[in-house]
Structure formats: structure tokens, C-alpha cells
């Protein structure tokens, strides 16, 4: 039988009373000492984990770069945001994913939101000076309008553009000549920003008037705006682009378009 050492009376009716007063007497300090640490001192100089993203850069476009990857709010996958395009990656490369992120709790479109970011900083890099503007004195709403000097529906929007003014919607133009280099399109576009009076000049094109297609004036901003709007992910005139970044593809009718801009702006409060 094991003999259990006697406890002092004190310890029988203490409710702290340790667990350890069963045990047999400590060992000597010089003991304690000799026996190995439970916990193994970290190593030297140990390597920090490798990033993820090294790796995955290897399968994207050629200049994509380490910051163009970020965490998406699923664990292991990442966004892969090139100008207004956004897409997904599994961390391990082993899956691409196209398509919109919705947070169920939300209903919101995550990937929008990243889209619509991405526009707004892509428009604002550009100044105004390099646009048409058409603007009422108070204006209610900014668009940033991809306009094509021959597109029908382009200039059915523009010949509404007094009743636009009037519901308050200031109308900033940059040229997207959809036939794209060396078309008739493009010069009326290079034209049009030769002329003394660049809005007049825009009002009588639309209106079919004939230019003086030998009106030069060296560099122009047409080829600079339609490649922002191939980045945008503009395929078609008039592409608008709201003050908060979303994209509204075609023309739509002024009352309309004022009620889908009021519409936006509630949903964003």
C-alpha cells in the first residue's frame, strides 16, 4: 500500500489547498535546472514564410503585378484586379474564376464595388480640361459620357441635351470613336477638339453638319480616352459612368436617366 504523507491540519480546511500536496517534496533547484525546456527556444534567423502571390504572378499577363493580387473576403482565393476587370484566384493557382462575388448577408455585388472604384480613379486621373463639358448652373449629377461622333443613339442623347441641363445633369465627354485608329469617326473626333469652339463644334457634327476634315492641331486626346474606355470596358456608345463609378450601358431617355441616377444615389446612403 502507499503510504500518503501526512497534511497539516491548516491545509485539511483550506479551500485553496494545492493539488501538489499529495505529491512527494520538490526536487532540488539544481535539478530543475538541468532538465530540459518544455518549449524550444525559436531558431535562428528562421525564414519568413513565402507570399503566395510569387508564385501565382508566374500564371497572369506578362507586368501584372504583386499588388494587382489581393485577399478575397473567401480564405485561400484572391482578387486579380487589372484596371476595371476583376477576377479570382485560388491561392494554390489550381482555379480561375470569372464572375460577380455577392455577399449573401448584403445581397451587395462585391466585385461591382471594385469595378466601380476602379472607374471612378480612372475618370478623375483624367482633368477636365480634356473633356467637352455641358453643365447647368446648379448641376444635381455629373456623367462621364464615352461618346462617338456617328453613333445614332450618341447623338439622339446629345440632341436631348438642354433637357438634360435642365433636370440638372452636367454631361463631361470623352471621345470613343468605335471604329477605332484611322477611321472617318476618329478624325471627326480629332476635329471636333481642333475647333475654336469645341462644344459647338461636337453640337453641329452630331447634328450631321459636314467638317473641315484638313483641321489639324498636333496632338489630341482621342486616342488616350478611347484606350480608358477599352479599360473601362466600354463596348458601346454612349456608355455613361456615374459620379460614384457605375456603368450605364446605351442611351437612355432624360426623365429616365435622371430617375436611375436618383435611384443610384438613394442606394448608396
Same mark, same amino acid.
Given at each position: 500500500?502507499?503510504?500518503?504523507?501526512?497534511?497539516?491540519?491548516?491545509?485539511?480546511?483550506?479551500?485553496?489547498?494545492?493539488?501538489?500536496?499529495?505529491?512527494?517534496?520538490?526536487?532540488?533547484?539544481?535539478?530543475?535546472?538541468?532538465?530540459?525546456?518544455?518549449? /524550444?527556444?525559436?531558431?535562428?534567423?528562421?525564414?519568413?514564410?513565402?507570399?503566395?502571390?510569387?508564385?501565382?504572378?508566374?500564371?497572369?499577363?506578362?507586368?501584372? #503585378?504583386?499588388?494587382?493580387? !489581393? /485577399?478575397?473576403?473567401?480564405?485561400?482565393?484572391?482578387?486579380?484586379?487589372?484596371?476595371?476587370?476583376?477576377? $479570382?484566384?485560388?491561392?494554390?493557382?489550381?482555379?480561375?474564376?470569372?464572375?460577380?462575388?455577392?455577399?449573401? &448577408?448584403?445581397?451587395?455585388?462585391?466585385?461591382?464595388?471594385?469595378?466601380? &472604384?476602379?472607374?471612378?480613379?480612372?475618370?478623375?486621373?483624367?482633368?477636365?480640361?480634356?473633356?467637352?463639358?455641358?453643365?447647368?448652373?446648379?448641376?444635381?449629377?455629373?456623367?462621364?459620357?464615352?461618346?462617338?461622333?456617328?453613333?445614332?443613339?450618341?447623338? !439622339?442623347? &446629345?440632341?436631348?441635351?438642354?433637357?438634360?441641363?435642365?433636370?440638372?445633369?452636367?454631361?463631361? $465627354?470623352?471621345?470613343?470613336?468605335?471604329?477605332?485608329?484611322?477611321?472617318?469617326?476618329?478624325?471627326?473626333?480629332?476635329?471636333?477638339?481642333?475647333?475654336?469652339?469645341?462644344?459647338?463644334?461636337?453640337?453641329?457634327? #452630331?447634328?450631321?453638319?459636314?467638317?473641315?476634315?484638313? !483641321?489639324?492641331?498636333?496632338?489630341?486626346?482621342?486616342?488616350?480616352?478611347?484606350?480608358?474606355?477599352?479599360?473601362?470596358?466600354?463596348?458601346?456608345?454612349?456608355?455613361?459612368?456615374?459620379?460614384?463609378?457605375? $456603368?450605364?450601358?446605351?442611351?437612355?431617355? /432624360?426623365?429616365?436617366?435622371?430617375?436611375?441616377?436618383?435611384?443610384?444615389?438613394?442606394?448608396?446612403?
Amino acid at each position: 500500500m502507499i503510504k500518503v504523507p501526512a497534511l497539516p491540519a491548516l491545509c485539511l480546511f483550506a479551500l485553496g489547498c494545492s493539488a501538489f500536496a499529495f505529491a512527494d517534496p520538490p526536487p532540488p533547484a539544481a535539478a530543475v535546472a538541468a532538465l530540459p525546456s518544455a518549449t /524550444p527556444a525559436p531558431a535562428a534567423n528562421s525564414a519568413a514564410p513565402a507570399d503566395p502571390r510569387a508564385a501565382l504572378l508566374k500564371l497572369l499577363p506578362p507586368g501584372t #503585378k504583386i499588388d494587382d493580387l !489581393k /485577399p478575397a473576403p473567401i480564405p485561400g482565393i484572391y482578387e486579380f484586379t487589372q484596371d476595371a476587370d476583376v477576377s $479570382y484566384l485560388t491561392a494554390d493557382g489550381k482555379y480561375f474564376l470569372d464572375g460577380n462575388l455577392y455577399d449573401m &448577408h448584403s445581397r451587395e455585388n462585391l466585385t461591382e464595388q471594385l469595378r466601380m &472604384h476602379a472607374r471612378m480613379a480612372m475618370i478623375a486621373a483624367v482633368p477636365e480640361s480634356e473633356m467637352l463639358i455641358f453643365s447647368p448652373p446648379n448641376p444635381k449629377y455629373t456623367i462621364t459620357v464615352f461618346t462617338d461622333v456617328d453613333c445614332q443613339y450618341c447623338r !439622339k442623347l &446629345h440632341s436631348e441635351m438642354a433637357e438634360l441641363n435642365r433636370l440638372g445633369v452636367r454631361v463631361r $465627354y470623352m471621345f470613343f470613336p468605335r471604329t477605332g485608329p484611322d477611321t472617318e469617326s476618329w478624325r471627326k473626333a480629332e476635329v471636333v477638339w481642333c475647333s475654336p469652339n469645341r462644344n459647338d463644334a461636337l453640337t453641329r457634327a #452630331k447634328a450631321g453638319a459636314v467638317l473641315d476634315m484638313n !483641321k489639324t492641331c498636333g496632338p489630341t486626346p482621342v486616342a488616350r480616352e478611347y484606350a480608358l474606355g477599352q479599360s473601362i470596358g466600354v463596348r458601346g456608345t454612349p456608355a455613361i459612368v456615374t459620379d460614384s463609378g457605375d $456603368y450605364i450601358a446605351g442611351y437612355m431617355p /432624360p426623365n429616365e436617366l435622371v430617375a436611375q441616377l436618383k435611384e443610384l444615389d438613394v442606394a448608396k446612403r
